[in-house]
């Protein structure tokens, strides 16, 4: 064999491998892609009745080099947005971004970056995640009650939290968008499937989010962040390397036992805040906050990012990783995602245009092998008026849902856009009786009986 042929075969065999290593990168692969002319939806207040938009959900195209992930995408979700009902004018809106993400991301060995307003990573449905904060704080607020002009962020004190200042106006998915760029602050699974309901916005707009929470089973890879770094939601391994059981990873921040604003937690004097009360509650503010660090004795708490270094079903071999935190009950937990700074060196993630060579990933629509069933709920059953069936997490391919007479004919058949986690069926024109629910995923179908009750 010449030398000529020989480079040429190595640098074939070469390129296989590099091919093969990045279509199994969970960075390149996971991503949920809009295969089906997915479109956005979203509710008007006053009205239960979701209006169709015509900006495709979900995310458009994933591209690849070897450093980096373009992920192409307008930022609007598969599941059903809005209303906001804090007075909020905006609406979901395309985007029209391309966001670069590091594929392979470090740790920041220096001063750790705080995270900003605006965006700070993506979740696997192209919708942007902020941090913690709305940009509004103490002094802020009163500056402009005295008619001055707004001091800068980076000299406000006493930074509202927007998770309990903003909560009026979030949407059932626990989303809203700022000036049409829609985004979660936190944990993306709705209001309505806390252990306890601190919204009543789904009751009558309801929607889904991005996954449900399972307290039986590691909770699955939902975006990253622009360190690069992945983003889990609220349950992981207890022990760092896969051991130990499901667990709730749980803050390590806590709120402090003051009664007035005048110290941050570690000392500094600062402008003073509103005392505490029912108006400006502990928690309303950024700064009533603590932190202790986790001991050996508590691995599955996290560290001062809000994550830690473990292995997950994605990464084996470990990674570093976030958590979407929340308590006991469900509900979110601050610093909620990331933050209040990154673990690893931050990178502008926003771009114009890919400007490198890079292949395109395509997505399989073959059986998902070595992965398990997801859960799969339908309720009520009985049923008299609507029969929810609900998936555990977004999948990355829509979910077709049949209902089922017991003499074999599909009465009704209803899907689980991909990125969503629920479908609903009206029943109240059915006859009563035993029915079937067929649910076909991925992994496999599933089959349940049903019983729809009339008076």
Same mark, same amino acid.
């Given at each position: 064999?010449?030398?000529?042929?020989?480079?040429?075969?190595?640098?074939?065999?070469?390129?296989?491998?590099?091919?093969?290593?990045?279509?199994?990168?969970?960075?390149?692969?996971?991503?949920?892609?809009?295969?089906?002319?997915?479109?956005?939806?979203?509710?008007?207040?006053?009205?239960?009745?979701?209006?169709?938009?015509?900006?495709?959900?979900?995310?458009?195209?994933?591209?690849?080099?070897?450093?980096?992930?373009?992920?192409?995408?307008?930022?609007?979700?598969?599941?059903?947005?809005?209303?906001?009902?804090?007075?909020?004018?905006?609406?979901?809106?395309?985007?029209?971004?391309?966001?670069?993400?590091?594929?392979?991301?470090?740790?920041?060995?220096?001063?750790?970056?705080?995270?900003?307003?605006?965006?700070?990573?993506?979740?696997?449905?192209?919708?942007?995640?902020?941090?913690?904060?709305?940009?509004?704080?103490?002094?802020?607020?009163?500056?402009? !009650?005295?008619?001055?002009?707004?001091?800068?962020?980076?000299?406000?004190?006493?930074?509202?939290?927007?998770?309990?200042?903003?909560?009026?106006?979030?949407?059932?998915?626990?989303?809203?968008?700022?000036?049409?760029?829609?985004?979660?602050?936190?944990?993306?699974?709705?209001?309505?499937?806390?252990?306890?309901?601190?919204?009543?916005?789904?009751?009558?707009?309801?929607?889904?989010?991005?996954?449900? !929470?399972?307290?039986?089973?590691?909770?699955?890879?939902?975006?990253?962040?622009?360190?690069?770094?992945?983003?889990?939601?609220?349950?992981?391994?207890?022990?760092?390397?896969?051991?130990?059981?499901?667990?709730?990873?749980?803050?390590?921040?806590?709120?402090?036992?003051?009664?007035?604003?005048?110290?941050?937690?570690?000392?500094?004097?600062?402008?003073?805040?509103?005392?505490?009360?029912?108006?400006?509650?502990?928690?309303?503010?950024?700064?009533?906050?603590?932190?202790?660090?986790?001991?050996?004795?508590?691995?599955?708490? !996290?560290?001062?990012?809000?994550?830690?270094?473990?292995?997950?079903?994605?990464?084996?071999?470990?990674?570093?990783?976030?958590?979407?935190?929340?308590?006991?009950?469900?509900?979110?937990?601050?610093?909620?995602?990331?933050?209040?700074?990154?673990?690893?060196?931050?990178?502008?993630?926003?771009?114009?245009?890919?400007?490198?060579?890079?292949?395109?990933?395509?997505?399989?629509?073959? !059986?998902?092998?070595?992965?398990?069933?997801?859960?799969?709920?339908?309720?009520?059953?009985?049923?008299?008026?609507?029969?929810?069936?609900?998936?555990?997490?977004?999948?990355?391919?829509?979910?077709?849902?049949?209902?089922?007479?017991?003499?074999?004919?599909?009465?009704?058949?209803?899907?689980?856009?991909?990125?969503?986690?629920?479908?609903?069926?009206?029943?109240?024109?059915?006859?009563?009786?035993?029915?079937?629910?067929?649910?076909?995923?991925?992994?496999?179908?599933?089959?349940?009986?049903?019983?729809?009750?009339?008076?």
């Amino acid at each position: 064999m010449t030398r000529m042929k020989k480079l040429l075969l190595f640098a074939f065999a070469a390129f296989l491998i590099s091919e093969t290593a990045a279509q199994t990168d969970p960075a390149i692969v996971n991503w949920i892609q809009n295969t089906t002319n997915i479109k956005g939806r979203h509710y008007v207040k006053g009205n239960s009745t979701p209006v169709n938009d015509a900006v495709l959900a979900n995310v458009q195209k994933v591209q690849y080099s070897t450093d980096w992930v373009y992920i192409s995408t307008n930022g609007i979700p598969s599941y059903i947005t809005g209303p906001f009902l804090d007075g909020n004018p905006s609406t979901a809106s395309s985007q029209n971004a391309i966001f670069k993400i590091s594929l392979k991301p470090v740790k920041n060995t220096g001063t750790p970056t705080n995270t900003t307003g605006g965006n700070i990573g993506i979740f696997l449905n192209g919708v942007a995640l902020f941090d913690y904060r709305d940009g509004v704080s103490w002094s802020n607020a009163q500056q402009a !009650l005295k008619g001055g002009p707004l001091m800068g962020m980076g000299d406000n004190v006493w930074n509202r939290d927007a998770v309990v200042g903003e909560r009026l106006g979030f949407d059932c998915a626990k989303g809203h968008p700022a000036m049409g760029n829609y985004h979660h602050h936190q944990n993306p699974s709705a209001f309505s499937l806390d252990r306890k309901v601190i919204s009543t916005v789904c009751d009558l707009y309801a929607a889904d989010g991005l996954y449900v !929470l399972d307290s039986t089973k590691h909770s699955p890879l939902l975006g990253y962040t622009y360190d690069g770094f992945p983003i889990y939601g609220a349950f992981g391994y207890k022990n760092a390397d896969g051991t130990g059981g499901i667990t709730r990873m749980k803050s390590s921040f806590f709120l402090r036992n003051i009664t007035d604003r005048t110290l941050y937690a570690d000392g500094t004097d600062v402008i003073d805040g509103p005392a505490v009360s029912t108006t400006y509650p502990l928690g309303y503010f950024r700064e009533d906050y603590g932190y202790i660090a986790p001991t050996a004795s508590q691995p599955d708490y !996290l560290d001062e990012h809000n994550g830690r270094f473990c292995v997950t079903p994605e990464y084996p071999k470990g990674t570093y990783c976030y958590f979407a935190t929340v308590d006991a009950n469900w509900n979110s937990a601050y610093p909620y995602i990331v933050g209040p700074t990154f673990y690893g060196v931050r990178t502008p993630a926003k771009v114009t245009a890919v400007t490198e060579t890079v292949s395109t990933y395509t997505p399989s629509t073959s !059986l998902v092998m070595g992965k398990e069933m997801p859960k799969i709920s339908i309720m009520p059953n009985p049923a008299s008026e609507v029969l929810a069936v609900q998936i555990s997490n977004g999948q990355q391919q829509d979910v077709k849902v049949e209902l089922i007479d017991l003499q074999g004919r599909i009465v009704a058949v209803q899907s689980i856009f991909a990125g969503s986690t629920m479908a609903h069926f009206d029943v109240r024109k059915l006859y009563g009786g035993d029915y079937l629910v067929r649910v076909f995923t991925p992994q496999g179908s599933f089959v349940e009986r049903v019983v729809i009750l009339k008076d």
